[in-house]
């Protein structure tokens, strides 16, 4: 009898011991993503739903966070302070079936900057309001790497990777390198499936377009951008400004760079309306001689954007 308390001893400690061990696996997935799912068009429109059928919009949104953040990503242990800080936002335009819909996605991805209190953002993306699937209460949301399951998983975890590469890069030289490869692969498998949004023949802002400008050597400096402007630019900030100043200022030398290769490229463009803000922060109070670099930079890469120079007093 007294072998059989044990026993039952032992199976509460081993319960505990895995149930301990997987909060601590969960804990140490590489996201934190926030979700929201907006249907308010298709509740303004001619496609009416009874009331009770919006309870789906709850479960999609929980549905994409468990996915997202619940899911190893990378081999990689990360801390909770060193999580991908991110976003993903989906506006319903059409419910074209119980299980289909169309709309717009949009994605963002905020950096810490080193002994601050400040995230500097590194991706925001909308994509265009055609982005269209699948989405069943009944069925969970599945990736596997090269095999393609639907169009919702295989889109999230295609930014995933985008996102993933990206952070890596603005780490370390080329970090992000295993993570576009993932990219990649999910890209040329969905690709092959003839749904919208990833052939290079779709649009000009396909999916194939942005992973295929971050695996391109000819705009490796693209990367090398990313690198300079926040390892040796915003975490150099509390350190030595001017030395950081001159690294951000390296870094927009580097986009040129790949501008001159090729002009009005997906990715470059979207450097620079994320950093913009921040650019015309950093060096408004800088000497005139690096405003003057700056704003020749930027009037060349992305002449829309010169406005926001305006202050400035460059001749």
């Known amino acids: 009898m007294h072998r059989i308390n044990i026993s039952v001893e032992m199976r509460k400690l081993l319960f505990f011991i895995v149930f301990v061990s ?79 819909f169309k709309g717009q996605l949009s994605i963002q991805l905020r950096r810490p900057v080193y002994n601050s209190n400040y995230t500097s953002g590194l991706f925001n993306y909308i994509e265009s309001g055609d982005f269209m699937f699948t989405y069943n209460e009944s069925q969970p949301l599945v990736f596997e790497s090269g095999t393609f399951n639907d169009n919702l998983s295989s889109t999230v975890a295609y930014y ?41 023949r779709d649009s000009q802002k396909a999916r194939y377009w942005f992973i295929e400008n971050h695996t391109n050597s000819a705009y490796q400096q693209l990367r090398v ?37 090729r002009a009005n490229l997906l990715s470059v463009q979207q450097f620079i309306d994320v950093k913009m803000s921040e650019i015309v922060s950093i060096f408004t109070p800088a000497p005139a001689e690096e405003q003057r670099e700056v704003y020749f930079i930027i009037k060349e890469v992305s002449p829309i954007n010169v406005t926001k120079l305006k202050d400035w007093k460059v001749q």
Request: aromatic share 12%; proline share 1%; hydrophobic share 40%.
């Open 225 to 261: 951008a990313y690198y300079y402007y926040h390892r040796l630019g915003l975490d150099m900030m509390t350190k030595d400004q001017p030395q950081a100043r001159q690294n951000i200022i390296q870094a927009l030398k580097e986009i040129q760079s790949v501008h001159k290769v």
């Open 160 to 200: 995933v990777y985008i996102m993933l590469g990206i952070y890596f890069d603005s780490y370390g030289q080329l970090g992000g390198d295993p993570f576009y490869a993932e990219a990649q692969t999910i890209a040329q498998v969905a690709a092959s499936t003839g749904i919208k949004g990833w052939s290079s």
């Open 22 to 100: 997987f909060a601590l696996c969960v804990c140490a997935q590489e996201l934190r993503c926030a979700v929201s799912v907006n249907y308010q068009k298709l509740q303004n429109s001619a496609q009416q739903f009874e009331s009770s059928d919006t309870k789906i919009f709850a479960s999609m949104k929980q549905a994409l966070e468990d996915f997202i953040n619940s899911r190893r990503w990378t081999t990689l242990e990360m801390e909770q302070n060193e999580k991908l800080d991110c976003s993903f936002s989906i506006i319903l335009n059409e419910r074209t079936s119980v299980t289909d």
